[in-house]
């Protein structure tokens, strides 16, 4: 059995993000409801419950949403990097844990791409 292809990996470092990661996962997969995507939630040693919402997140979305835990917080820079180790996409983006960068300019950019 082959993998599935996944077109975009949406890689998402988490600081203290429990209140707001569960909304923006559900607006990203809103916009790309139609697209093979991953996500990849990595926590930056969060001192709220952002590791539990995060692993809760990857339990109800298994092989669309990833999960890393990081042992501390190593700094926003760090955590984009770990994420971008697992990315499996064709193409990667990064969003913030806070939807400061709506999910609509990554799929504006990635088709972009595309047509290049």
Known sequence: MSARRIDLSLVVPVFNGAETIKTVVSHVLRVFHEHSIEIVLVNDGSSDHSDIVCRNLASQFPGMIQFLNLARNFG?????????????????????????????????????????
């Open 76 to 116: 926003e820079h760090h955590a984009v990097l770990a994420g971008l180790a697992v990315a499996s996409g064709d193409a990667v983006a990064v969003l913030d844990d806070d939807g400061q960068h709506p999910a609509e300019e990554a799929l504006r950019m990635w088709r972009t791409l595309r047509t290049t």
